[in-house]
């Protein structure tokens, strides 16, 4: 059983919907949780970072939290095509140091 | 942010060759990362590039094949040795932030081995 679980797609919807990514975990170490966009052909960028439990809100883009049924959200509101990317999850036991990453979920918009 | 460059973007590799990824940071970081994300999989780290020691490599991954380099807090080096196509992979840089608990990531390096 792989730590990070990610349904990898891939997920096509009409813009302005609201998209739901997730994650489940096995290992309860992990306590800091980010989510990444990655283009094609690009480096990952870092959207969400979050530690505790609940959610946190930035522009369209909710990031939530339940370490006690260790899985993780990310909320994307009013959806447009250049959210059309692959979303990943990652998470470690530290503040410092490797991160473990889930699948990716490559994402569609489509106008 | 940091700002992470990598130099080659991409590149395509004869088969047994050996090449050199550079990473370069606009700013003195603390930890430097090298991750490898192999076609349609997610990313794996391949190891921890130390300023003025040896880098610590993660299981699977060995410094013969990965040698890393790092000389100064703001650049580093992977080497991708011998290769062979199952080596063909982005191969990303990263950064701590400069507040910790953010892992950034260059643009990646993009090998085809043939």
């Known amino acids: 059983q792989k730590e990070v679980e990610q349904d990898p797609g891939p997920l096509s919807v009409p813009e302005g919907a609201i998209v739901s990514l997730n994650c489940t975990y096995s290992?309860?170490?992990?306590?800091?949780f980010m989510w990444y966009r990655q283009y094609s052909r690009k480096g990952p960028e870092l959207l969400m970072y979050t530690y505790s439990s609940g959610n946190k809100e930035d522009g369209r883009f909710t990031a939530q939290v339940d370490k006690s049924s260790k899985y993780i959200s990310l909320f994307i509101r009013d959806s447009q095509p250049s959210d059309s990317a692959t979303y990943l999850c990652?998470?470690?036991?530290?503040?410092?140091?490797?991160?473990?990453f889930g699948q990716g979920t490559i994402l569609t918009v489509h106008p | 942010s940091a700002v992470i460059s990598q130099k080659p973007s991409r590149d395509i590799c004869q088969r047994g060759t050996s090449l050199t990824i550079q990473c370069q940071v606009d700013s003195q970081v603390t930890m430097m990362f090298w991750y490898r994300q192999q076609p349609g999989q997610s990313l794996t780290l391949i190891a921890t590039?130390?300023?003025?020691?040896?880098?610590?490599?993660e299981s699977g991954f060995v410094i013969d094949k990965f040698p890393i380099s790092r000389p100064n807090l703001t650049f580093s080096t992977l080497t991708v040795s011998n290769m062979s196509p199952e080596d063909s992979s982005i191969y990303l840089c990263?950064?701590?932030?400069?507040?910790?608990?953010?892992?950034?990531f260059g643009e990646g390096s993009w090998l085809t081995v043939v």
């Open positions: 990263s950064v701590e932030g400069d507040k910790g608990n953010t892992i950034y």
């Open positions: 590039a130390n300023q003025g020691s040896e880098a610590t490599y």
């Open positions: 990652a998470m470690r036991s530290t503040s410092y140091g490797k991160l473990t």
């Open positions: 290992n309860s170490a992990f306590q800091y």
